[in-house]
């Protein structure tokens, strides 16, 4: 009888080489969700001669996720039950006996010699939940699990820091990764099996639960010798990921190449770049505003401004309840993968407020606070935090509830208006969209606006606002998709550095009010003694902060003292820099590791640079090295920001694209920095601020040296020592690299040295 080796035996030299030609794929696919349904081809043979098995072929099904709450009640109760995760609770009544990540599972195996089955998704992903509901909840599937294995559920973001490891392993094995992530492993925790998404039964090009389990008990109990040695190459492939060296100096070359990187998959039609799926990728955004205007090259900043305008119109934003959604399945931004994430909420708020304050395109600012009602209207806690996402799925399908058929259009709109907003939106008696299986017009339909409409004019109209509200009330009453209320210390972070930048650029009250509640709430119930957890503290469940959490922080904490400027936030930023510093920092390679010194839950320490979905941490820390080191006067920090560069060049060199977040910073060490310092009372500041709106220069930091109350401040920045106000009255002074020019001392003097300067 055929027999099943889930392995492939890694060659040694040629996974190095695959980590290093792929590196910038593979932590695409790892980091930002940026892949699409493939179909999953799993053959499999028995090499007889050699008494061992081989893999044919994989091709792992990758599956960006979403998903839902699970429905329905189960006559079982597994540990999950007592998790505070609301991707673990999900998975608490299911028939599999589930552990939690912790000892007791690892003995549990080790004791009783068994493989771990370790599956990780999280709460809103749909392919997890699909995934679920077709094995994890199925009795079958179950008895085979729990007669075989030790099954571990994971929730990648309460524990990014497995989720990074075995994500990793999955690329060594299979050339890509994706969620729902399934890993068979020993209880030593070295991988030797992966994959993603498998459906119950076998299929034509498609392995199923029922027959690979079994396949994989078997090799566990036959063939033990050959799976030892193929984790060994694993785990030896995985050491070798780490950079370990000092490359070169990232300089305005580089910045260069990733420039003619974008012209070249820029789409002229839709903007955005490449083809299907499009993802927001803000920090792609900002980097090509802030390079168009560093070189004076519009047709840089313009492709940002154009994929910008064109995602807020696309389908991909919620016209009806404001946000965006994850990303779009299509090159027109038309139909959107539905889940809403926070970190894309306050990326893409930081995003257009850059591109407001660069065009004063009002369309712009408009999505600010579009934006901002969004994470005010369903993700805002009481404590002023704000919950990690909301589900694609309600009532076990994805878009649900956010599409409209031309009944319900006709119904609600009339059909006066709905003639009149039909052209306008592209919808349809049909459906506006095909559904993705059948290819056939799904007879539902998305909000999605022509950027050659007469939008502008109606988007402004009452009777537009009117209609809106009636839709979203409307839309209310169906039933919700499901929300993470997981609150994550660095999302949250970087939530705080979009709201204080909103705060610093519009000047409106209410983005200054969520930022204070927010800083408020992360020094209050983040910090613990100098230090951050991942999550707030709950009973027995205590997460110690990860880099994301301290580079995220560090960065809100800095961009809300620039808003603020109450000085306990920027001594706080510094505080957590040298934390930071001392946990993560490789005295040896250069670079953060995402874990701390002496960690030991995991058997590698992972050190990442690419910006996927959100900023990496190393690219964040280079930023908040640099920055602070400018407004504290710490050149050692600055030469720190530089070496990170240094540690990743080769990565970056080979596809700057996929690091942008981190030239962002390389683009403030060649354009050099402004100190705008503000002395004087706080109308003065008020007044001065109210002029600072009006010019654009993403390299200045702005400094207040009050009249009174100074020595906290002077304690940060000597600098400030000699930044006096004249008379008592205002007095701004401009300065770049601590040389100051001839103070202003009145609004227009002010704004005359501004026009001047920028």
């Known amino acids: 009888m055929d027999t099943l080796n889930p392995i492939m035996t890694p060659n040694p030299e040629k996974t190095k080489d695959l980590l290093h030609d792929n590196y910038d794929n593979i932590n695409r696919i790892k980091s930002a969700n940026e892949y699409i349904p493939r179909m999953t081809k799993q053959m499999f043979r028995f090499n007889r001669s050699h008494n061992t098995l081989i893999i044919i072929s994989i091709t792992a099904l990758i599956i960006s996720c979403q998903g839902d709450s699970m429905h329905g009640s189960h006559p079982y109760t597994n540990r999950l039950a007592k998790s505070s995760s609301p991707y673990l609770l999900q998975h608490a009544h299911n028939p599999v006996d589930w552990y939690p990540w912790g000892d007791e599972a690892f003995e549990k195996a080790r004791l009783e010699d068994k493989p771990i089955f370790l599956s990780i998704g999280y709460s809103t992903c749909h392919w997890c939940h699909v995934m679920a509901h077709e094995s ?70 498609r392995m199923g639960m029922l027959d690979l389990l079994p396949k994989i008990t078997e090799a566990w109990k036959t063939q033990r010798a050959e799976i030892e040695g ?161 589900d694609a799925d309600s009532e076990g399908e994805e878009g649900k509830f956010y599409v409209w058929s031309w009944e319900k259009l006709q119904e609600v709109m009339g059909d006066d208006q709905l003639a009149k907003f039909a052209p306008i939106f592209g919808l349809q008696k049909a459906g506006n ?108 469940n205590r997460i110690e902060g990860f880099l994301d959490d301290y580079s995220f922080i560090i960065q809100g904490f800095r961009n809300y003292y620039e808003t603020s400027f109450d000085a306990e936030y920027l001594k706080l930023a510094i505080q957590l820099q040298n934390t930071q510093l001392s946990k993560f920092w490789d005295e040896e390679g250069g670079g953060f590791f995402f874990t701390e010194t002496g960690d030991s839950d995991l058997f590698i320490r992972q050190k990442e640079i690419y910006d996927g979905a959100i900023p990496s941490g190393n690219s964040i820390a280079a930023e908040n090295l640099y920055y602070l080191g400018r407004l504290a006067e710490k050149p050692e920090w600055e030469r720190l920001s530089r070496k990170i560069g240094e540690t990743f060049s080769e990565q970056v060199n080979r596809a700057p694209r996929g690091f942008s977040a981190l030239l962002q910073i390389v683009q403030a060490q060649v354009n050099g920095t402004r100190e705008i310092v503000i002395a004087g009372d706080k109308q003065n500041l008020a007044d001065a601020r109210g002029v600072l709106r009006k010019f654009y220069d993403p390299f200045k930091l702005t400094l207040y040296r009050p009249n009174e109350n100074f020595d906290l401040i002077e304690d940060i920045s000597g600098f400030l020592s000699y930044q006096k106000a004249i008379d008592g009255g205002l007095t701004v002074y401009i300065c770049q690299d601590y040389a100051c020019q001839y103070p202003a001392t009145d609004l227009p003097a002010l704004e005359k040295a501004l026009q001047e300067t920028f």
């Open 230 to 390: 193929a984790a060994d190459q694993i785990m030896h492939a995985l050491q070798q990921k780490t950079p370990e060296q000092t490359g070169e100096l990232l300089d305005g070359d580089v910045l260069a190449k990733a420039s003619s990187d974008f012209k070249r998959n820029y789409d002229s039609s839709k903007g955005g770049f490449g083809s299907a799926p499009k993802f927001p990728s803000p920090h792609n955004l900002v980097f090509l505003l802030r390079e168009g205007y560093r070189t004076d090259d519009s047709t840089i900043s313009n492709m940002a401004l154009h994929s910008l305008k064109e995602m807020r119109l696309g389908g991909i934003f919620d016209h009806i309840g404001f946000g965006f959604h994850r990303y779009s399945t299509d090159a027109n931004w038309h139909v959107p993968h539905f889940e809403k994430m926070l970190y894309d909420q306050v990326n893409l708020m930081l995003a257009y407020t850059e591109a407001w304050e660069l065009s004063r395109d009002p369309l712009f600012l408009q999505t600010v606070d579009e934006i901002f009602a969004y994470l005010s209207d369903k993700l805002k806690a009481p404590t002023g935090a704000y919950y990690s996402a909301e």
């Open 136 to 205: 994890f909840e199925d009795e079958a599937v179950a008895k085979l699990m729990n007669e075989n294995y030790v099954c571990i559920k994971v929730d990648r973001e309460e524990r990014p820091d497995i989720d990074q490891v075995y994500m990793a392993a999955a690329t060594t094995l299979i050339g890509r990764g994706g969620w729902p992530l399934t890993i068979v492993m020993s209880h030593d925790k070295r991988p030797f099996f992966a994959g993603t998404y498998f459906p119950k039964e076998s299929a034509p090009g």
């Open 433 to 540: 969209f095909d559904d993705e299986a059948s290819r056939q017009p799904s007879g539902e339909n998305i909000f999605d606006i022509d950027s050659g409409s007469e939008y502008m004019v109606l988007a402004n109209s009452k009777e537009w606002a009117e209609l809106r509200e009636k839709l979203y009330q409307l839309r209310e009453d169906r039933i919700h998709p499901g929300l993470d209320n997981k609150i994550l210390a660095d999302w949250n972070g970087l939530a705080l550095s979009a709201l204080s930048r909103a705060a610093s650029a519009t000047g409106k009250s209410q983005y200054s009010k969520a930022a204070s509640e927010l800083a408020t709430f992360l020094r209050d119930e983040i910090m613990r003694d100098g230090q951050l957890l991942h999550m707030p503290e709950s009973g027995d």
